[in-house]
């Protein structure tokens, strides 16, 4: 009875979700949405995208038409047609000394239950409780997932982790890939693919039927990132997909949608038509038709990468910037990133043990193959003989960016160790020069003011370059940054009984920051790692 109780559930909300159709608040809310985000009635742009309306939606807007104008006082009329996002708890502020309990205890106020649809809300209703990071983070998101469940297994919340798998599972069949978050402004695209690295992780505590419960949505979410593989030409893009002039097939991170993200619509406008002035300013054009033609164009082209630059989880850094400073520059769409392939790698390999594990051998063998190509492809493209480290590959300039970033880590963490040979030895040397710190792992060496860059580091990076080290014996290294992350951690705990989005591992002493938005505690991700480093190592 449970288990039909629990099918008629999940069956409700794909109803529920296919009948609202997903609209986004832009096409909710029109000129609304565009003026309450360019005229920034609220500081973070996030806060109108997850608010609910208090009556009708059409209601709403037909005292809108009538109001608007020179005179309207939009923010008041904001505030008293919809109900903002609600504050955390405190903050997430503890009393507590303890950073284990008091992680334990924080994921009852980071756990969402199973949503109900809400007319004229943003939030995709999920059939299963779930986690969220914390902060203006009200929803899950894909990738931050996985390293939240790392904690979760060491505090025995091995049920959630099942929920959030199954609710991964759903997305993938119902929208055929895992969104950004369970948000309809996401949908357009995804985030890094740890899908399968979560499977991996419950199998790990279930047992080896595992992948073939989750062979269905593991087979749609590879669809999802190969989509166009068969129609696009040698040295061409299409959607994720990149075949290089010798028709080998790599991928990149991409966004449906060529418009500003509506999270950060304001941003997106004003570094789009940044963009545009800078690869106008050169241009010598015959009309202003023609010029407000390419402007348009360029405006497309710079909320793409924009998108994609979200699509990666490193939004924004360095990484995606061709003058590595300023966010004008980015060119994502164009650049071959090394974390996204290792992972898709991964996928592949989970994909043959799922289909042997269902008996399916041509399919195991296929898929075997499919992954010792990429690896293969990886250390052709990917691997910089120069730097002796991984980093991503500039498709469009045909070579390998000269960036030393932790994304590099990824292949040491997820490659066959046969296709590894003697390439640990020579990254340590610019691991330990460039990115290790006092207290971390620096996502990149650049100071750009950009989050995803110095002097911040991140969990999850931690966590993959750790995974790396240890894997090829690298101990003390390994260890070394563990115990300096986990002392941060702890430190930083200490002193405000916080724990935080991100950490300045520089100067210890010192908050992190750059970004769109001011640092977030909770946090999902940083418990997630922590709980996990402290039983590798203790205190």
Not at 56 to 78: E, H, S, T
Not at 393 to 410: I, N
């Amino acid at each position: 009875m449970k288990k039909l109780l629990a099918a008629c559930f999940v069956l409700l909300h794909l109803s529920a979700i296919s009948q609202t159709n997903m609209p986004t608040p832009d096409q909710l809310y029109g000129d609304l949405f565009v003026q309450v985000q360019m005229q920034r009635i609220f500081p973070d742009g996030k806060t109108f995208v997850d608010c609910t309306p208090k009556r009708p939606v059409k209601d709403i807007m037909y005292d809108y038409g009538l109001q608007k104008g020179p005179g309207m006082n939009l923010k008041k009329f904001v505030e008293d047609n919809f109900n903002l996002p609600v504050t955390p708890q405190l903050n997430y502020v503890t009393q507590e000394k303890d950073v284990v309990k008091h992680i334990n205890s924080l994921w009852a106020l980071l756990k969402r239950q199973p949503d109900a649809a809400k007319a004229g809300c943003s939030l995709l209703p999920l059939p299963y409780p779930y986690i969220v990071p914390g902060g203006r983070f009200r929803e899950v998101y894909y990738w931050d997932s996985y390293f939240t469940m790392l904690g979760l297994k060491e505090s025995g919340e091995v049920e959630t982790i099942r929920h959030m798998i199954d609710n991964f599972a759903y997305l993938i069949q119902k929208i055929g890939h895992i969104p950004n978050g369970n948000r309809s402004y996401y949908i357009s695209r995804s985030q890094p693919p740890f899908f399968a690295m979560m499977v991996e992780l419950l199998a790990g505590i279930d047992g080896q039927q595992v992948y073939k419960r989750y062979l269905p949505a593991l087979q749609k979410e590879y669809d999802y990132w190969m989509r166009g593989a068969q129609e696009v030409k040698n040295g061409e893009a299409k959607y994720a997909v990149v075949k290089m002039p010798d028709g080998a097939v790599l991928n990149r991170y991409w966004d449906d949608n060529a418009s500003p993200r509506q999270e950060s619509y304001r941003e997106d406008v004003l570094t789009a038509d940044s963009f545009a002035m800078q690869k106008m300013a050169t241009m010598r054009l015959a009309s202003e038709a023609a010029a407000n033609a390419i402007r348009h164009q360029l405006k497309a082209e710079a909320w793409r990468h924009l998108r994609a630059g979200a699509a990666s989880g490193w939004d924004f850094s360095s990484r995606w910037l061709a003058d590595g400073e300023h966010l004008h520059s980015i060119e994502t769409t164009d650049i071959i990133p090394v974390d996204l392939n290792a992972l898709l790698y991964q996928l592949e390999t989970v994909l043959a043990r799922a289909y042997m594990q269902a008996g399916v051998q041509a399919k195991a063998t296929a898929y075997t193959k499919k992954a010792q190509q990429r690896a293969s492809l990886i250390n052709q493209y990917c691997w910089n003989a120069n730097l002796g480290y991984y980093t991503d590959y500039h498709w469009q300039q045909q070579q390998a960016l000269d960036r030393v970033t932790a994304a590099g880590m990824f292949p040491l963490a997820l490659l066959p160790m046969h296709s590894l040979q003697g390439k640990m030895a020579q990254a340590v040397q610019p691991l330990q020069q460039l990115l290790a710190k006092p207290g971390g792992v620096l996502t990149t060496p650049v100071y750009s003011h950009q989050q995803w860059d110095a002097p911040n580091g991140w969990a999850p990076l931690q966590w993959m370059t750790i995974v790396a080290l240890r894997r090829h014996q690298q101990t003390a290294l390994a260890e070394q940054i563990a115990r300096s992350w986990i002392k941060l951690n702890t430190d930083v705990f200490a002193r405000t009984g916080k724990l935080m989005e991100k950490y300045n591992v520089v100067d210890t002493q010192l908050d992190a920051g750059g970004g769109e938005y001011p640092s977030q505690d909770g946090f999902g991700w940083t418990n997630g790692v922590l709980l996990a480093l402290i039983k590798m190592y203790g205190r």
